[in-house]
């Protein structure tokens, strides 16, 4: 069964320096994408960065990366130069090609920036 | 122009009353999802369309009912509303199947049964 885990339910982070949120994942299927999405207090979810399972490079989206190690099975979301507007939640999610569309959500984590 | 837009934003009703959630998306995606955000923030997929057609059916009691008049549109219609089915129910859409599809979504529907 395919499974996210995301093991820090809260963050703190200092504006403008970098947080690693971490994320790893179960599964047994070579073929995957990971994405991660942010959920303000506002409540919409918003899609930031997507890794597929045969990228050979870490995906990068402006100040979002995600360090992907393939073999360790997590995709950990690096926010560099922090904002107060990162002071959301982050789901960690995977999908296959093999799954109707669906996608599997970690629990989150909410992430604080302090001024 | 909103790409994924849901309506209502929020929605408060009694124990028993029968209620319906619209999703619209103007981007020409092909699939598109409902999932529920329970009280702890959990994401649960409901159900997913695939060009109108129902793909996904996630152990949802049969008192959901979604509908897809075409593939702009998935509705969400729910009989005889329980306490439990208190939540933030997501529309969203993606451009197909495939695993690198990310999901554009609706900002969300809080419903409160009360």
């Known amino acids: 069964a395919q499974k996210i885990t995301q093991t820090q339910p809260g963050m703190f982070v200092q504006e403008k320096e970098a947080v690693t949120l971490d994320c790893t994942y179960d599964t047994s299927d070579p073929s995957y994408g990971l994405f991660w999405y942010k959920q303000p207090s506002s409540g919409e979810m918003i899609f930031l960065i997507y890794q597929g399972s045969y990228d050979q490079q870490n995906a990068t989206e402006g100040r979002y990366s995600l360090n992907f190690q393939k073999a360790r099975k997590s995709a950990n979301l690096v926010i560099s130069a922090s904002q107060l507007g990162d002071s959301a939640m982050y789901f960690c999610?995977?999908?296959?090609?093999?799954?109707?569309?669906?996608?599997?959500f970690g629990d989150g984590t909410t992430l604080t920036v302090k001024p | 122009d909103t790409a994924v837009s849901q309506t209502p934003k929020y929605l408060v009703t009694q124990m028993g009353n029968d209620k319906s959630i619209k999703c619209e998306q103007n981007l020409g995606h092909d699939t598109m999802y409902w999932y529920k955000q329970d009280s702890k923030k959990f994401l649960k997929i409901m159900f997913s369309?695939?060009?109108?057609?129902?793909?996904i059916n996630e152990t949802v009691p049969n008192r959901f009912s979604p509908k897809s008049p075409d593939k702009a549109h998935l509705n969400l219609h729910i009989n005889s509303l329980e306490l439990g089915d208190s939540a933030v129910y997501f529309c969203?859409?993606?451009?197909?199947?495939?695993?690198?599809?990310?999901?554009?979504f609706g900002s969300g529907t809080r419903l409160t049964v009360v």
């Open positions: 369309y695939n060009n109108k057609e129902l793909i």
């Open positions: 969203a859409s993606s451009q197909g199947l495939l695993q690198a599809s990310g999901y554009t």
């Open positions: 999610a995977m999908r296959f090609n093999t799954n109707a569309g669906k996608s599997t």
